[in-house]
Nanobody, 115 residues
Framework: QVQLVESGGGLVQPGGSLRLSCAAS????????IYWYRQAPGKEREFVAT???????TCADSVKGRFTISRDNAKRTVALQMNSLKPEDTAVYYC?????????WGQGTQVTVSS
């Protein structure tokens, strides 16, 4: 059974950093793309970053230069390093895997940026 589990969220002050992790299990290979999304209260879910199975990556303009996405195929994990956090980064962060045309989602992890 395919499963994605996010971790690493929490409360951080503005300007601080957090490192989120998405652990994948149940995949029979590493040929899947991973996406990070976030959803703030009262807002639609928005794209944050993505990394392909071969390591190509891109980030949304709102986080470019502050967030970095990376993956370790041997450990089946994808990390989202978030620096210079702002209150507007507060949201539930979700990872999504696209594997042979099917989408899989994790349950999300809360990130709160507040003083």
């Amino acid at each position: 059974q395919v499963q994605l589990v996010e971790s690493g969220g929490g409360l951080v002050q503005p300007g601080g950093s957090l490192r989120l992790s998405c652990a994948a299990s149940g995949f029979t290979n590493s040929i899947y793309d991973i996406y990070w999304y976030r959803q703030a209260p009262g807002k639609e879910r928005e794209f944050v970053a993505t990394i392909t199975s071969t390591g190509g990556s891109t980030c949304a303009d709102s986080v470019k230069g502050r967030f970095t996405i990376s993956r370790d195929n041997a450990k089946r994990t994808v990390a989202l390093q978030m620096n210079s956090l702002k209150p507007e980064d507060t949201a539930v962060y979700y990872c999504r895997a696209r594997w042979y045309g099917d989408d899989y989602w994790g349950q999300g992890t809360q990130v709160t940026v507040s003083s």
